[in-house]
T-cell receptor
């Protein structure tokens, strides 16, 4: 149980295009989903926290107009990287906290590798 | 601001050896501490979660301890195997969302 999926697992795009990454909780409902970014040999850095039906809360230094987050349902959150540039190339990982049960636990997705050319 | 440090950054051991990974954090007001495993290019697998009121948790060959007052946790891996090779991340949850360390990259040599 408690499986989180991400799609796509890997994406390569041209500079200036927008990329959408989906995060789904497959077998549980999640009121809160988190988006992280991980650069090579670095730790995961929280980008934003999204709650179903409300606006996401962004961490300091993360541009909300560049990284659009939508949490439309209790099982789906999307991250759209708008006008992507090479410096946005990174590993993006989402996580989800269940609505019931172990609400203090985050279950992580497998990550999405974004490469911007 | 919570900061999490993991030492060593990398570790290489022969198969069968017992080993200890270290994690320290600056703010002792935490709810829990988790150890994760990350394989190259992959997501995170939760290994152990220790609540702030607990001292340790065990799962198979893994044992994690927590000393909240000193801001330290250790992950003990017994009888290491090549399949244990991965990056091990420590993360703490407190008044802020999860804060991760940079990880310890473990290589177990057959």
């Amino acid at each position: 149980g408690a499986v989180v999926s991400q799609h796509p697992s890997r994406v390569i795009c041209k500079s200036g295009t927008s990329v959408k990454i989906e995060c789904r909780s497959l077998d549980f409902q999640a009121t809160t989903m988190f988006w992280y970014r991980q650069f090579p040999k670095q730790s995961l850095m929280l980008m934003a926290t999204s709650n179903e039906g409300s606006k996401a809360t962004y961490e300091q230094g993360v541009e909300k107009d560049k990284f659009l987050i939508n949490h439309a349902s209790l099982t789906l959150s999307t991250l759209t990287v708008t006008s992507a540039h090479p410096e946005d190339s990174s590993f993006y990982i989402c996580s989800a906290s269940p609505l019931v049960g172990r609400t203090d636990t985050q279950y992580f997705g497998p990550g999405t590798r974004l490469t911007v050319l | 601001k919570q900061e999490v440090t993991q030492i060593p950054a990398a570790l290489s051991v022969p198969e069968g050896e017992n080993l200890v990974l270290n994690c320290s954090f600056t703010d002792s007001a935490i709810y829990n501490l988790q150890w994760f495993r990350q394989d190259p290019g992959k997501g995170l697998t939760s290994l152990l979660l220790i609540q702030s009121s607990q001292r340790e948790q065990t799962s198979g060959r893994l044992n994690a301890s927590l000393d909240k007052s000193s801001g330290r946790s250790t992950l003990y891996i017994a009888a290491s195997q090549p399949g244990d090779s991965a990056t091990y991340l420590c993360a703490v949850a407190g008044n802020t969302p999860l804060v991760f360390g940079k990880g310890t990259r473990l290589s177990v040599i057959a």
